[in-house]
């Protein structure tokens, strides 16, 4: 019986990757020279920092632009409110969001129900839904209808089996 897994996950690496070229830029590019311009990255955080709020939010487009070109949706990120700091600076936390809730995977089970694709069926497995049916070409089907859909977290489609 053809199986495959529903997932929403990150690339670490390409993440980091992103946040190291946005701040080599940001440390050679004129409108943040005397900036203090620096995006942290830690697990499952990033924090923007500079010293006006307006360069937070200039970091913050530059970030998006590295992690597009980097293939990192950004529907990803889930950035927090500008605070303001001492001395007018600005720091902005933004959280990376992984994995699927327990509410997205019965959101996504109600989906492929309405689908009404006949022998399919799914399960939430953790942070996974397992997708499974009797033919190869009606999980494709189910597959192309996420594709079109605008979800609030990236999907990726792992262990197709048949």
Not at 73 to 78: A, E, I, N, Q, V
Not at 109 to 126: A, C, H, M, P, R
Not at 135 to 143: F, H, P, S, T
């Amino acid at each position: 019986m053809p199986t495959f897994d529903i997932v929403s996950e990150i690339d670490l690496q390409e993440v980091r990757n992103a946040v190291d070229q946005a701040n080599r830029e940001a440390g050679n590019r004129f409108d943040f020279k005397d900036t203090d311009a620096l995006i942290e990255y830690s697990d499952k955080e990033l924090t923007l920092s500079a010293n006006t709020e307006d360069r937070v939010r200039a970091l913050y487009d530059l970030l998006q632009e590295k992690l597009v070109k980097r293939s990192v949706s950004l529907k990803t990120l889930d950035p927090g409110k500008i605070e303001t700091a001492s001395h007018g600076s600005g720091r902005q936390k933004v959280a990376l969001k992984a994995g699927l809730t327990q509410e997205l995977g019965k959101k996504i089970n109600k989906i492929i129900k309405e689908l009404d694709v006949k022998g399919v069926s799914s399960s939430i497995q953790g942070e996974q839904v397992r997708v499974s049916g009797k033919k190869r070409d009606d999980l494709q089907a189910v597959i192309a209808h996420f594709r079109q859909l605008d979800f609030e977290v990236p999907l990726q489609f792992e262990n197709f089996r048949d």
